[in-house]
């Protein structure tokens, strides 16, 4: 049995979705699904048990002989969010209690990580796993900041000795879009959101550049399709001797502007694109560039090519956002 956590979220169940087509089950979700239509996520899927996030440990222990591997998603991924000490608990101390029983039960752990432990960055995004480098980042808000708490005492467990899971894999995550991010609202991708201003008709906005090197709308970020974030991830599977973080985008950073005349062009609906003053609050620290290192991966083998942006803006409307059922 593989358990999911996050298992009803935008990347958890992807996840599910292809862990079932490749028949790795069966599969044990554990998530909180709330009074929405969270549950659609999921609906398409042969679940073998629901969990809830409180009581996880208790059904690891009870099935401890039978579990193959925890795949951990589950998070508040809201970079909004202002309660620390709700990051600190479900966040952090969640993550470390299932790297614990998985280290004790000699089962691998996956887990989300995130590009947003890299602050402001805009180079070297390496995925190095040693100490002084997490300990030189600066995330600039409290969900990175969770995220890069986890990848230090992971990282610090490994180098000090201390019992780790036979294969551990943290993945930084970049800007992830694609099916059944829609419960997200405010955090789904900018993908998603063009897609609704554009079918509305409604003219697209842009944030002006405030750099003269840059002109506006050519900001860029590394825009990855949610199916290869979950292919990758089948794939950490199907390779059990590798272990550490590693970066997860497509290493080919595309600008704001690229991908509003994609959208707008696949709908064939014209509106214009203005470019708006940046908030004066957000200005100092915005990032020009998010762009991953995929050095690191490739050559720890993993060999298929990403979607491009076109590729993976086309399939995500085609087979998903244009039909009647949006779900994977």
């Not at 958890?12 to 979705?17: F, K």
């Not at 915005?286 to 290192?293: E, N, R, V």
Request: proline residues 4%; glycine residues 6%; aromatic residues 12%.
């Amino acid at each position: 049995m593989i358990v999911v956590t996050g298992a009803a979220g935008f990347i958890g169940s992807n996840i599910v979705a292809d862990l079932e087509k490749l028949g790795k089950g069966p599969i044990a979700v554990c998530d909180w699904f709330g009074s929405g239509d969270k549950w659609l996520n999921l609906a398409k899927r042969s679940v073998a048990a629901f969990v809830a996030p409180e009581r996880l440990i208790d059904f690891l222990n009870a099935n401890a002989s039978a579990i193959r591997a925890v795949i951990h998603m589950g998070a508040i991924s809201a970079t909004t969010e202002k309660d620390v000490d709700r990051l600190i608990e479900l966040n952090v101390n969640f993550s470390v209690s299932l790297w614990d029983w998985c280290a004790m039960s000699h089962v691998p752990f996956i887990y989300a990580s995130s590009a947003a432990t890299y602050g402001a960055r805009e180079a070297d995004f390496s995925d190095q796993d040693d100490l002084a480098f997490l300990n030189e980042l600066r995330p600039l808000n409290g969900y990175g900041w969770s995220k890069k708490a986890v990848d230090q005492i992971f990282a610090a467990r490994v180098a000090n000795g201390q019992p780790k899971p036979p294969q551990w894999v943290g993945l930084k995550f970049f800007n992830v879009y694609g099916p059944n991010e829609y419960h997200k609202d405010d955090m789904r991708s900018v993908i998603s959101k063009l897609f609704d201003t554009i079918s509305a008709g409604q003219g697209i906005k842009l944030f002006k550049s405030h750099r003269p090197n840059i002109r506006d709308g050519e900001q860029l970020r590394d825009f990855v399709y949610v199916r290869d974030c979950s292919r990758a991830v089948c794939w950490f599977l199907d390779n059990p001797a590798l272990s550490g973080i590693f970066n997860l985008g497509t290493g080919k950073a595309r600008s704001f502007l690229d991908l509003a005349t994609l959208v707008r062009a696949h709908l064939n609906k014209h509106v214009p694109i203005e470019f708006i003053d940046m908030p004066e609050a957000i200005r100092a620290k915005y990032q020009y560039l998010t762009q991953a290192d995929m050095t690191k991966l490739r050559r720890a083998g993993m060999s298929f090519e990403f979607a491009s942006l076109e590729d993976g803006i086309e399939d995500y409307l085609e087979k998903y956002l244009l039909q009647d059922d949006r779900y994977r």
